[in-house]
């Protein structure tokens, strides 16, 4: 079993409040991993330290194999990461968002122009190309963002509730380029509001006040609380929390 997130009682405490509370889970390669919880429940916590931004007070961890507290940089280099807010630049095209962030991400300028283009059919956004992304509606906005965001064939892209506010048909078709990066061997780090998407990952921790309360499948999950939705698996665990944003 190869595991790409590896974590041991990670904690992140600010001053006497502990965030993220021991922390311990496994991540394999091309799985599609939800990271669940109420506001307050230390999901945005957990997600930093994984991806090199915050340093943990305690505990162990490896993201793509390397050391949330030694190496930061190689971790941000082998990661893609799409935020709950659109994280293209509105003023550019869609052709020079492709391309900027191409070029952030190492590659060459044959690459980019190589991936620019099947990005662009792959998208059904050629005619849309040289339009500034500002002028796309949501939903395209943010399959742009995912796409951008495993342009380099990241280990593990991080999306922290990437449909927020986009309509059921569009947020489907969001959750299909998800499975096709997880074909890719891309490994999938998850985070959402919406209890049906829940559903689509392959296992799921569920956070509260700080801690991780369940972690299984979907399907496990449902049988263990006895109940026939991942909306009544959340509500069982997430009533107790004492804490939230």
């Known amino acids: 079993m190869e595991y790409v997130i590896k974590t041991d009682k990670l904690t992140k405490r600010f001053g006497d409040f502990v965030a993220t ?14 990271f669940l919880g109420a506001n307050g429940a230390g999901k945005t916590t957990a997600m930093r330290m994984l991806c090199g931004l915050s340093m943990p007070s305690s505990g162990t961890a490896t993201v793509a194999g390397f050391d949330v507290y030694k190496q930061t940089e190689e971790i941000k280099r082998n990661i893609g ?30 690459e980019i122009k190589t991936k620019s283009e099947d990005l662009l059919e ?26 951008v965001a495993v342009l380099h064939q990241p280990k593990i892209v991080f999306l922290d509730e990437p449909t927020g506010g986009v309509d059921p048909v569009t947020r ?44 299984d499948t979907p399907a496990n999950l449902k049988s263990q609380f006895k109940v026939n939705s991942m909306d009544e698996v959340f509500f069982e665990l997430a009533r107790g929390a004492k804490r939230s944003d």
């Open 172 to 215: 489907r078709q969001f959750w299909d380029l998800i499975y096709e990066a997880s074909a890719k061997g891309i490994t999938v780090f998850v985070t959402t509001h919406y209890m049906d998407e829940a559903e689509y990952c392959n296992r799921i921790s569920i956070m509260v006040d700080g801690k991780i309360e369940a972690l």
């Open 21 to 34: 509370n021991e922390i311990t889970f496994e991540v394999e390669k091309g799985e599609i991993f939800g």
């Open 81 to 110: 990461y799409m935020s709950q807010r659109f994280s293209l630049y509105e003023d550019l095209t869609v052709q020079e968002n492709i391309r900027f962030f191409g070029g952030i991400y190492g590659l060459s300028n044959q």
């Open 122 to 147: 792959q998208l059904g956004l050629k005619n849309e190309a040289k339009k500034l992304v500002a002028s796309l509606p949501l939903g395209w906005k943010q399959k742009l963002s995912f796409s």
